[in-house]
């Protein structure tokens, strides 16, 4: 099902039709180019199965520190003063519109979907089938009830049961969370289709989220671009205590560049919107591009290193991996 076409006003990153921004925007990718990446491209060859061992998170985790779970992918349930947030839930075998064929995970959620807290929110950037997994939403909403946030243009593929607790968003809109903790949606580099004919119809973003005394930045998907974006987050927000910034399905780079970071992109942006830590996320469980699993870690570390920066304050973990700070 492809989402509703958003309706509403004309904006600085929409014209009425579809989103756009922000900065400079490269021209769509067509079949054409599809065509010769695939004609052109060999893909390594990923495991079929790699074994994790799967994380149980506590109920809650109170006062100033953060616990992060890494589920997978862009799968992350964050714990905070008292509140537990599923950013971009995808507990499915496929990240696909059909349940027989697509990218298949090559390991299991490291949070299994039945030792998840109760949540106080689910945030999903935008409607890329690796982000917004309908089954995934349709069963948290009968075991994990609790209102969701998106951004704007999302809500028609969602089943009923999910869009009666479902807000949209705009970039620059926030949401109270609990006193004194909010939910911000900004914007990413990036674009949107559940189909072949609604690209840009519905918008896509990241997240920051802001307790009393810490800041965390959820980036979801984004390209580099300008980088405009990235200091006008570190002069908004005056930095964060932890940034979720993707590093993988970046190859090759004449396709993916306009949509996806590389790790030595992720490692600049680390460092424009002034993290004191950071988590790597988007990579290892599907495969969607062409580079080898193992690849996107090393060359973190690779830039990382040249870039003078201690590989501890930006790890890659697998799965089932929980980081607390």
């Not at 690849?295 to 304050?313: D, F, H, I, N, S």
Request: hydrophobic residues 45%; aromatic residues 10%; charged residues 25%.
């Amino acid at each position: 099902m492809t989402s509703r076409y958003w309706r509403g006003p004309v904006s600085d990153h929409f014209d009425g039709t579809r989103f756009h921004g922000p900065g400079p925007r490269a021209p769509d990718k067509t079949l054409a180019d599809l065509r010769r990446w695939r004609r052109t491209q060999a893909p390594a060859r990923w495991p079929r199965r790699v074994a994790i061992v799967r994380d149980v998170p506590p109920p809650r985790v109170e006062g100033d520190a953060i616990r992060v779970s890494l589920i997978g992918h862009a799968t992350v349930l964050l714990q905070t003063a008292g509140l537990n947030i599923l950013f971009d839930p995808v507990f499915s075998d496929r990240a696909s519109p059909v349940a027989f064929a697509g990218p298949r995970r090559v390991t299991e959620p490291g949070v299994a979907l039945a030792d998840l807290p109760p949540l106080d929110a689910i945030c999903v950037s935008h409607n890329h089938y690796d982000h917004m997994d309908v089954a995934s939403l349709a069963r948290l909403a009968r075991t994990r009830p609790c209102p969701l946030f998106t951004t704007l243009g999302n809500i028609a593929p969602l089943p009923r049961a999910v869009r009666a607790a479902t807000r949209e968003m705009d970039w620059g809109e926030s949401a109270a969370l609990a006193p004194g903790v909010t939910l911000r949606c900004q914007g990413a580099y990036h674009w949107s289709s559940r189909g072949w004919f609604d690209r840009r119809r519905a918008l896509w973003g990241s997240f920051v989220v802001t307790t009393p005394t810490r800041k965390i930045w959820f980036a979801a998907d984004t390209a580099f671009e300008d980088g405009a974006l990235f200091d006008d987050l570190r002069a908004r927000h005056g930095g964060f205590d932890l940034a979720l910034i993707p590093i993988g399905a970046y190859a090759p780079r004449w396709f993916m560049k306009d949509q996806h970071v590389d790790p030595f992109e992720a490692v600049r942006i680390f460092q424009m919107v002034g993290a004191r830590q950071a988590v790597a996320i988007h990579w290892g469980v599907f495969q969607l591009t062409d580079e080898p699993r193992d690849e996107p870690p090393r060359l973190l570390a690779q830039a990382l290193a040249e870039a003078g920066v201690a590989a501890e304050r930006f790890p890659a973990p697998e799965p089932g991996t929980a980081l607390v700070y």
